[in-house]
């Protein structure tokens, strides 16, 4: 977007552009969202940033009317496969608090002085700049969200200190964290409240529309004991950096705002960050469900089904190695094999150490599956090999792939694999880097997507004046999002096929 189209939807007030660039007033001093209620300033005042670290590196603060820190993230750090996006996504996923520049750089295959050079250029603030906006963030939203301790929070959010953690706070937002907590009898719901310092709910924000059919998916792949899913909540064990971890979201579409709900039932302190950014991603919520349906409803075959479900989101995943061992098992065969498969190879994991409500166990490590866990398998003996020989390469750190990946990186570090081929990277990239671009032709679902989509639209898509490429190329960058609405078509259109047909009437004579 150039000036001028940002400036029209700062003037505008459109909502959609919230997180992903942020609006600074010279005259004032204060950087807000772009939906902002305030007056519109003139444009010779107005200067744009990428993200909110460039916008505190120039001197700006944020507004107290529109709190710009409480909006969903920009989806731009998927669609970026640069050095910039990777890094952002390492970033919001903890990196920096957890390994420093140094070892942020070394994930990137950079030195800290030029991945400093490179993201001051590309986003305008270094890597401490950016880690520090984050932690503002997630200060915030733990400040209005629970009651948890002020020290708690600071060192929750990442900081060193909690002098470094208050000094943040005023310089961020103008603010003492105590007045800014007290900023939340306008804004927090009363049944978002905290439980004890390693328990918390709070609110996901989002952009709208969201359809929850993402908690379907979830919840057919679900494993008991790990994982808990229904049509409108999902809930799961994991191990994060410092300990095991519980949280389930619920989705409650008859409340006003239609809020998203994430009650965190156990983390360590230090893990917090790294959750928040996993479970967003999982959810897909940073993600511009308006611009992704615009261009999939242009689509004759997937107008209708863009229509019918709005907003369809592209499940993430909260593990990287636990994905790629899903992706490995589940190719060629139904989710149901796939289930039934991951059931018996979870008896390798060890139990959590936070159980409740009926999850009281971990996927299986890596080393955990190389070593036993493979035993548990069944099906040809090439595939279970092939599962053996990924857990080991990951166990040994021979294999080391995550968040800060681009497309490409991933077919060098998987297609080497035994077992492994296009349609598993393809995957892996659509659930751990948020890939957008990604369409698995030779999917077998996608394939019956396709046919049950052409027999719902009477044949639109034949009718069409412009012949349409079979790989939906016209839709990029979206295609996975494609793939999404193809695959609930093949499994709306299996439900019908088993579904009993009504015996016939009797007449009477």
């Known amino acids: 977007m150039d000036f001028w189209q940002r400036y029209r939807a700062i003037d505008a007030r459109d909502t959609r552009f919230d997180g992903q660039f942020y609006t600074a007033v010279r005259t004032t001093g204060i950087y807000c969202r772009p939906s902002c209620p305030a007056r519109t300033p003139k444009a010779g005042n107005v200067s744009f940033y990428e993200t909110s670290a460039a916008a505190h590196d120039a001197g700006y603060r944020a507004c107290k009317r529109c709190l710009p820190e409480a909006v969903p993230g920009t989806p731009a750090w998927n669609l970026r496969s640069d050095i910039a996006g990777r890094a952002m996504r390492l970033i919001n996923d903890g990196v920096i608090n957890r390994d420093g520049v140094e070892g942020l750089a070394a994930r990137l295959g950079y030195s800290s002085r030029q991945l400093n050079r490179i993201l001051s250029h590309e986003l305008g603030a270094g890597p401490l700049s950016l880690a520090r906006a984050s932690r503002a963030q997630t200060a915030r939203t733990l400040l209005v969200s629970t009651s948890m301790k002020a020290a708690d929070i600071a060192f929750a959010a990442g900081f060193s200190s909690v002098r470094q953690f208050n000094e943040t706070i005023g310089e961020v937002f103008a603010m003492t964290p105590s007045a800014l907590r007290a900023t939340a009898r306008h804004h927090r719901s009363p049944a978002v409240t905290a439980v004890s310092s390693t328990a918390l709910t709070l609110n996901l924000p989002y952009r709208e529309p969201f359809d929850p059919g993402v908690f379907n998916f979830l919840a057919v792949r679900a494993i008991p004991g790990i994982e808990e899913g229904s049509s409108t909540s999902y809930a799961r064990t994991l191990r994060l950096a410092h300990g095991d971890a519980r949280f389930r979201v619920d989705y409650d579409a008859g409340t006003a705002g239609r809020p998203l709900v994430l009650t965190i039932g156990a983390v360590d302190l230090r893990d917090l960050p790294s959750l928040l950014s996993r479970v967003r991603r999982l959810l897909d919520l940073d993600a511009d469900p308006v611009a992704i349906d615009a261009a999939l409803g242009s689509d004759p075959r997937l107008a209708a089904s863009v229509a019918a479900t709005p907003g369809m989101r592209m499940p993430g995943a909260v593990d990287p190695q636990e994905l790629l061992i899903r992706a490995m098992i589940g190719q060629q065969i139904t989710v149901a094999a796939a289930r039934t498969a991951l059931v018996q190879l979870s008896a390798a994991g060890s139990g959590s150490l936070v159980p409740a409500d009926g999850l009281d166990r971990i996927f299986p490590t890596a080393a955990e599956i190389a070593e036993t866990g493979f035993q548990l398998l069944r099906g040809p003996q090439r595939r279970i090999g092939s599962v053996r020989g990924a857990a080991a390469a990951m166990a040994s750190g021979a294999l080391d792939f995550g968040y800060g990946d ?44 396709i046919r049950a989509l052409a027999v719902d639209t009477g044949g639109a898509a034949v009718s069409a004046e412009a012949p349409l490429s079979p790989d939906f190329r016209e839709l990029s960058p979206w295609r996975s999002y494609a793939t999404m609405h193809l695959w609930r078509a093949a499994a709306a259109a299996q439900a019908t096929a088993r579904r009993p047909s009504a015996p016939p009437k009797k007449v009477k004579s």
């Not at 077992?419 to 957008?436: H, Q």
């Open 406 to 449: 681009d497309l490409p990186g991933l077919e060098s570090k998987l297609l080497p694999l035994s077992g492994v081929g296009p349609w598993t990277v393809g995957y892996v990239a659509m659930r751990v880097i948020g890939a957008p671009d990604v369409f698995l032709a030779n999917d077998a679902a996608v394939r019956n997507g």
